[in-house]
Structures are given as structure tokens and as C-alpha cells.
């Protein structure tokens, strides 16, 4: 029987595993000796944040169902396409190093949080996840801080088939403030999440401050 106490203990590991996982994921690096670029620099791009504490999903596959949507049969993705941005790029599946951390795809890749949400899965939110730049070279999301709420994002997977996600929202967010549970839950209204580095660059640490988030939903 599970009692109060253990509950407690286990949503407070479960958070700092959460914190653990993204503090690492999100800072990526720039090996360039490039000063700060100054189109990721000005105003935040601000939208309402809804954060949650949820597990994040640890078992491969399309995620749990809701009540009042039927299972989805989807493949693993292989390939996002953003005409807008230019973006025609490979989707890697990505999990977990030893550490607790996320494995990163290289820049001209673009990497899927494989243990949680497959895109156009009937719920929870499916990550893709890519570089701005690295090591001097331009990554996969390097506009994404472009991205306008209405573009078309096409995401094909394994078997062939090719999903519409139509933009939602985008913002632009410290790590520190990255709403994790949120971004990363296995339930809920499904969404595909696009997330990559912006902000200001921090030369002493040798990574961006902040993180771009663009959120879509499977066009009709």
C-alpha cells in the first residue's frame, strides 16, 4: 500500500529527475569562438505557460489513450518537413545516456524523444528536439524562433505516412523556467513539441540562455 509519505518521496525524486533531465537536454552547446548572435537576441517571444508534474514516459510506443479518443496506429517518425523555414531534415530516435540525460542528434539532425509520444499519437505530447547551431555549423531549427503561429509542419514516420501539425503557439523561455512536466507529459490533448536552443549566449559556459518552444496540433 502506497502511503502519503511515499508519495511525497517519490514526486520529489521525480521532479529532480525531471530538472536533472532537461538541465542537461537544453544545454547544448556551441563549440564556435563566435560572439553572441545577435538574431537570437531582444525581446522574448512570451506566451502563457501551463506546467505540470507527470512522469515522463519511460516505455517506447504510441502513448496511452484518453477516454474519448480511440488508439491511433502510428509509426516511429523518420523525417519533419517546415516548408516556411526550409527545414527537410532526418528524425533520429533519441532516449536516455546513463546519466539521466537525453542523447542529442547531431546538427543536421533533428532527435525524437523516443520513450515518450509518437507524433499524431491520441495523446500527450510528442517531443522533436534539434539544434540551433553546433560546432559551427547551422542546425536543424536554426529559424525556428521564426516559426509563425498557422505554419504547416509535416512529420513522416516508418510506414510511409505523412502527418500535418499546424502551429499553436511558440515561446521563448529561460531553462531554468522550461515548463517540463508540461512539455514532456504522456497524457492529455495530443500535440507535437519542437524545442531548440535561442536567447542570449552565454560565452563563459558556452550555451544559450534560453529555449525556443513551437507547439502544433495535427491539422483535419
Excluded at 1 to 24: D, E, F, H, N, Y
Excluded at 33 to 45: K, Q, S
Excluded at 104 to 115: K, L, Q
Aim: hydrophobic residues 40%; charged residues 20%.
Amino acid at each position: 500500500m502506497t502511503t502519503p509519505r511515499s508519495r511525497i518521496v517519490a514526486t520529489v525524486a521525480l521532479v529532480a529527475s525531471v530538472l536533472l533531465l532537461v538541465g542537461v537536454i537544453f544545454a547544448w552547446v556551441s563549440d564556435s569562438d563566435t560572439e553572441p548572435r545577435a538574431d537570437l537576441l531582444g525581446t522574448p517571444i512570451t506566451a502563457p505557460l501551463v506546467t505540470s508534474t507527470v512522469d515522463l514516459p519511460t516505455t517506447s510506443g504510441a502513448a496511452a489513450t484518453t477516454s474519448t479518443a480511440p488508439p491511433v496506429p502510428v509509426g516511429v517518425p523518420t523525417r519533419i518537413s517546415i516548408g516556411s523555414l526550409g527545414v527537410d531534415a532526418p528524425v533520429d530516435q533519441v532516449g536516455l545516456e546513463k546519466n539521466g540525460s537525453m542523447e542529442v542528434p547531431g546538427a543536421t539532425e533533428s532527435g525524437w524523444y523516443r520513450p515518450g509520444p509518437r507524433p499524431g499519437s491520441a495523446a500527450g505530447s510528442a517531443v522533436i528536439a534539434a539544434h540551433v547551431d553546433f560546432n559551427g555549423v547551422r542546425g536543424v531549427f536554426f529559424d525556428l524562433r521564426k516559426l509563425e503561429v498557422g505554419a504547416e509542419i509535416t512529420v513522416t514516420d516508418d510506414a510511409g505516412t505523412t502527418r500535418r501539425f499546424v502551429v499553436s503557439e511558440r515561446f521563448q523561455v529561460g531553462k531554468r523556467q522550461l515548463p517540463v512536466g508540461e512539455l514532456f507529459r504522456a497524457d492529455g490533448a495530443p500535440v507535437l513539441t519542437l524545442i531548440t536552443c535561442g536567447g542570449g549566449f552565454d560565452q563563459r559556459h558556452r550555451t544559450y540562455e534560453d529555449n525556443i518552444v513551437v507547439r502544433a496540433t495535427l491539422a483535419s
